[in-house]
């Protein structure tokens, strides 16, 4: 598993190609192995990921009646819908680059899109813990929820067009395919798994 250095240095990285700086890609390892290394990002994302399950515990836990209670089971299926939620894009993504005969694109993608989803992961806990410990905050967290989505948009978008150069098309298409499928696909494994708030 990658330390907390190496995954600085590779965010500095991205860091240097949201602020369109070409040097970010000799930060990121974009070989085979880097690639298969990058989904350590999940490990790392773990802290986070607890924070927003025990909001949604609390959620689910508000659309039941008092005597209710969840189990491992349902912390188990909101894990199957993290783990889909972190590989189908990147899978849409890919068929998406061969389509257009850009395949070789695809290693700078995953390893870009699985580093960035560490310090999106801590920046969303955050605010989910804000709202968990302090319920007042609702209104100013979506506010900041709102802001906090434009931002991961501008960031996705600037580092694919790294990516891709001169294809807007392809940035633009590959900004969707990545983000879009994933809100479609969390409520609907939500609903299907039985743990979507009533």
Not at 80 to 85: F, G, K, T, W, Y
Not at 88 to 106: H, S, T, Y
């Amino acid at each position: 598993m990658p330390g907390l250095r190496e995954v600085q240095y590779y965010l500095a990285g991205l860091w240097l190609l949201i602020r369109m700086d070409p040097r970010g890609f000799r930060f990121l390892d974009l070989s085979e192995r880097g690639v298969n290394r990058s989904f350590w990002a999940m490990a790392w994302c773990l802290p986070p990921m607890g924070i927003s399950w025990l909001w949604w515990r609390q959620a689910f836990l508000r659309s039941m009646p008092p005597e209710a209670d969840v189990d491992l089971a349902f912390y188990i299926r909101l894990g199957l819908v993290e783990v889909a939620n972190w590989f189908v894009p990147l899978v849409f993504a890919g068929l998406l680059l061969l389509a257009f005969r850009m395949g070789e694109r695809f290693a700078p993608v995953v390893v870009s899109v699985n580093w960035l989803g560490v310090p999106l992961s801590y920046i969303n806990g955050l605010l989910l813990a804000l709202v968990f410990f302090l319920p007042g905050t609702v209104g100013l967290v979506s506010l900041l929820l709102l802001a906090f989505m434009l931002a991961q948009i501008f960031a996705l978008a600037r580092i694919l067009r790294m990516i891709c150069h001169d294809h807007a098309l392809m940035v633009g298409a590959l900004t969707l395919v990545l983000l879009v499928p994933s809100m479609i696909l969390s409520e609907y494994l939500q609903h299907f798994l039985g743990i979507y708030p009533a």
